[in-house]
């Protein structure tokens, strides 16, 4: 059903927010149908703290142990994947491999909260997501009971109009097609950002109007591409404004919040393409701050 999908890679560490995310990865690929490579990288640091045969022997055998669980959780769900050991910068590594093998999806987990209860990518997370040309599924840790299987009956689509958040319909239309979803497509409007932070005296009503008629001018540019390649997709689009200031990030997870998405498809990069870096950017804050699997799209997919 789905051709954006034929090949997944999942990267998995041995931790529990990597097994969680190779089960959602697992999941999502029987249901579209895709082959599945689980690659598991020995970290050149660990390597070079090895002082004999015998330790990088056992620095092995653990990262096959790591794959041979995921390839139990695979038969489980009648899943068939190809297992792969590599030695190297992880985050390198996997995102090298998946662009050489031709993958169309990287699956990886979230990792990480301090102790303070903010939300923080993962080290490796959030290096694949800077390196990787292949859109990347990052799954938060326990959105879900373990046992539970996903099952995205919501799946929203922001974007700010720009061409680089269009590209994203690609890849949520194959999903929601596949699983019978509902689209909603929003566009945040910024009024703090608009204003500017020191705007005292609040926004002339006509520059709100003019800034939602775009936002309602973008939400139905997306929506008429999806009625276009999927017609009997449910859509629904929506303009809200947003005075946090978290600005659009904020406005997309109280939406997210809202409304009881299961998972958001997003570009990497929106009217502001000066940097090649996600930090900082819209997507990066949606990813910390949303307890739903998040698809990030390349600016420029295959």
Do not use: W
């Amino acid at each position: 059903m789905s051709q954006m999908f034929d090949r997944i890679v999942i990267a998995v560490d041995g931790s529990d927010e990597a097994t969680h995310a190779a089960k959602r990865g697992l999941e999502l690929a029987k249901r579209l149908d895709a082959a599945v490579d689980v690659l598991h990288v020995l970290p050149q640091k660990s390597l070079r703290l090895v002082q004999t045969a015998d330790e990088k022997t056992r620095l092995r055998d653990r990262g096959e142990a790591v794959l041979t669980e995921i390839e139990a959780l695979a038969t489980e769900l009648d899943q068939p994947i190809t297992t792969q050991l590599t030695e190297g910068q992880p985050a390198t590594q996997i995102s090298d491999y998946a662009a050489e093998e031709g993958a169309d999806l990287v699956v990886i987990g979230r990792q990480g909260m301090t102790g303070l209860g903010k939300r923080l990518l993962g080290g490796v997370t959030e290096q694949v997501l800077h390196r990787s040309t292949v859109p990347v599924f990052v799954v938060p840790h326990g959105e879900q009971g373990p046992e539970e299987t996903a099952e995205y009956a919501r799946i929203l689509i922001p974007t700010d109009g720009s061409e680089n958040a269009e590209v994203t319909t690609q890849y949520g239309v194959p999903i929601a097609q596949t699983y019978g979803s509902g689209v909603h497509v929003l566009n945040v409007v910024d009024l703090l950002t608009a204003g500017g932070p020191f705007d005292a005296g609040g926004l002339e009503t006509e520059f709100i109007e003019r800034l939602e008629a775009r936002g309602q001018e973008a939400v139905q540019r997306v929506a008429a591409e999806i009625d276009d390649t999927a017609p009997g997709l449910d859509v629904r689009t929506a303009v809200e404004r947003t005075t946090s200031l978290g600005g659009v990030a904020a406005g997309i997870r109280e939406y997210v919040e809202t409304n009881d998405i299961d998972l958001v498809v997003m570009g990497s990069h929106g009217r502001s393409n000066l940097r090649r870096q996600l930090l900082g950017s819209v997507a990066s804050t949606v990813l910390r701050t949303v307890d739903v699997p998040v698809l990030i799209v390349e600016r420029e997919p295959r």
